[in-house]
């Protein structure tokens, strides 16, 4: 009888643009910590439009692979999810997330926060957070374990926001959960999407960097606030654009 091949991923891994490439990197690092920071440091991004240069972003899937993508569990529409624009926009953005996915499935918790320590020393600039998962969300209980492992032995901050309501959070004690959904409590504050021109909730901030670009302030990014970052502290608000 003839089975279908299953894999770890919903696409074909194979097939992945830089996939050959990133593997014969993985090779040859072998148990060379530096090589494995050299290559991590390929797919860690510090800062962007929203986040201060301080914080290194590293998505453990792409926002097209996310697991609560066009589901009840996301509160942003699949058409507003700006980590899906961009990977529909811009050809090399997907690949290189599901390189990131690859990668993050290849290292055990131990490598990952060494392979960190190394490239953040060869860094002039001051590291002071990590976010996971800017595109894409948590897939299983063993990726918020890897995560808190990390967590445990890097000597930044960890955070992330997650709309996997289904999974145990409650095996996340060493960073920030942002919990994105209402179908459970978990996390460590409600991070809510609002339709335009919505009422805040109660116990509940603007975030300043989405506010500030209606006052015309100068706009935080984050890092340089930390309302998210921080285990404590009040629950935080944007508006869908
Ligand atoms: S509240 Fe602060 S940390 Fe949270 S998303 Fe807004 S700017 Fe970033």
Redesign the pocket.
């Known amino acids: 009888m003839y089975r279908q091949r299953s894999t770890m991923y919903n696409y074909d891994i194979d097939s992945v643009d830089g996939i050959d490439k990133l593997r014969e990197r993985m090779d040859n690092a072998g148990s060379d910590v530096t090589a494995w920071s050299h290559i991590l440091s390929d797919y860690i991004q510090f800062g962007n439009n929203?986040i201060a240069k301080s914080v290194a972003i590293f998505n453990m899937n792409s926002a097209s692979d996310c697991p609560n993508r066009e589901s009840d569990n996301c509160q942003v529409p699949w058409e507003k999810c700006y980590a899906g624009q961009a990977e529909r926009q811009y050809k090399q953005v997907l690949p290189y997330r599901r390189r990131q996915e690859y990668l993050w499935d290849c290292m055990s918790a131990e490598l990952w926060a060494n392979a960190f320590a190394e490239l953040v020393s060869r860094k002039r600039n001051d590291v002071t957070a990590i976010r996971f998962s800017e595109a894409g969300d948590f897939r299983s209980n063993a990726d918020i374990i890897r995560v808190n492992q990390i967590a445990k032995m890097v000597d930044v901050d960890v955070y992330t926001y997650s709309a996997s309501d289904y999974l145990n959070w409650s095996l996340a004690d060493s960073f920030t959960v942002n919990q994105s959904n209402d179908f459970s409590e978990y996390g460590n504050r409600r991070?809510t999407a609002l339709p335009e021109g919505s009422e805040l909730p109660e116990d509940t901030v603007w975030?300043?960097?989405?506010y500030s670009d209606k006052s015309g302030d100068e706009r935080?990014?984050?890092g340089e606030?930390?309302?998210?970052?921080n285990p404590e502290g009040p629950n935080?608000a944007?508006e869908i654009h």
Request: hydrophobic content about 40%; overall charge positive; proline content about 12%.
């Open positions: 929203k991070f975030c300043p960097f989405d935080p990014k984050c606030c930390r309302l998210c970052i935080v944007i």
